[in-house]
């Protein structure tokens, strides 16, 4: 029997495989490791191969893509509900099978390793903030135990280090300080190294034309626009600027049923990164809202009506479609005004 689909069970060591011909009917399963896995392959003629879109799947995409196979790529949540009873290896690589072959499947674009790496920085660089924060909390926390308090934002925080570089015993213990000390080094090494990060990334937006072009959308930055440029391959794969943003999660999340429509918070579905990135930067667009302009207008109208953060979230929903819209289009932005 001629082997035309494999489902592919990712892991670290032991790989699963479950490959059927042409009428669905098994021609066999098998768990190879890791070492074998591309030479196991490599001896199966041309044919589909499936994969969870998880940890690792990216650069097996590539390498099996290599050998001739057409490689697809499923969101994990959407081959779950092919899986039949209990859970373990084998079900899982026959459940992607099942799954890869299903004319309604959705598929994600693989990524090439510079995107990738452009990802990592993102990630890196997400990780770095999220630990000067907690550093900048600590500070602030053992402060206020002696006393000493600031305001909160960069400039408070700025205050704050030289405040306790300037405090004596009588207001600060030595023990305090010098332990408070080694905190506000640790934090100026953080940022140092986001500053670092954050140059990198603008050297790839200089040379990426997706990254400029977003990058003029109202809203969108150098941070969003490369994550964005990144993260987003193949805009084809979406068939409407709703769409995309409903893979966001910025949508509204239905439960109808019965001819009624029930509509309630944003599903917040897919990529979180990106979703925090869109919502930041719409947040300044709405502080931004008293600016001459038909966007302004439209959101004005809205702050009227409804509370900022709503508002905020819907900006998001508009400039996710505004992202695809440039992407797909291969366009630069266009305010309303200027069409």
């Known amino acids: 029997m001629e082997i035309t689909t494999i489902g592919l069970d990712l892991a670290k060591s032991v790989f699963q495989l479950h490959a059927v011909d042409t009428d669905g009917a098994i021609v066999w399963r098998k768990k190879v490791r890791r070492g074998a896995l591309l030479e196991t392959l490599a001896q199966v003629p041309a044919c589909l191969v499936g994969m969870e879109a998880c940890a690792t799947a990216h650069h097996w995409a590539r390498e099996i893509s290599a050998l001739g196979h057409e490689v697809r790529l499923m969101p994990p949540v959407y081959v779950k509900a092919y899986l039949r009873r209990q859970k373990n290896d084998a079900a899982d690589a026959e459940a992607i099978c099942e799954a890869v072959r299903r ?5 994600v674009p693989i990524k090439g390793a510079e995107r990738q790496a452009v990802l990592v920085l993102h990630r890196s660089r997400e990780l770095l903030v999220r630990q ?7 500070v602030r926390g053992h402060c206020a135990e002696f006393g000493l308090v600031a305001a909160q934002g960069v400039i408070g925080s700025r205050d704050l280090v030289e405040r306790i570089r300037q405090a004596d015993n009588t207001v600060l213990p030595d023990m305090a300080k010098d332990a408070m ?3 506000i080094e640790q934090l100026h090494a953080l940022v140092r190294q986001i500053q670092a990060l954050n140059r990198r990334l603008l050297v790839w937006h200089r040379q990426d ?3 400029q072009r977003l990058a003029t959308i109202p809203g969108v930055g150098v941070i969003s626009a490369t994550a964005l440029a990144a993260s987003v391959t193949d805009p084809s794969q979406f068939r409407s600027g709703r769409e995309f ?15 009624k429509d029930r509509l309630g918070h944003i599903s917040k579905m897919g990529d979180r990164y990106l979703r925090k990135l869109l919502v930041v930067g719409s947040t300044s667009v709405v502080r931004r809202a008293r600016t001459a302009g038909t966007a302004a207008n439209w959101v004005r109208s809205l702050l009227e009506r409804k509370p900022a953060r709503l508002v905020t979230v819907a900006m998001a929903n508009k400039t996710a479609r505004i992202v695809w819209a440039v992407l797909a289009r291969g366009e630069t932005y ?3 005004a200027a069409i």
Not at 132 to 138: D, F, Q, S, W, Y
């Open 103 to 107: 004319p309604t499947m959705r598929f």
């Open 132 to 138: 000067r924060t907690m550093l900048i909390n600590a």
């Open 181 to 183: 000390m080694l905190l």
């Open 209 to 211: 034309q997706a990254s």
């Open 245 to 259: 943003s409903a893979s966001l999660g910025l949508v509204p999340r239905q439960n109808s049923s019965g001819g």
């Open 334 to 336: 266009r305010s309303p």
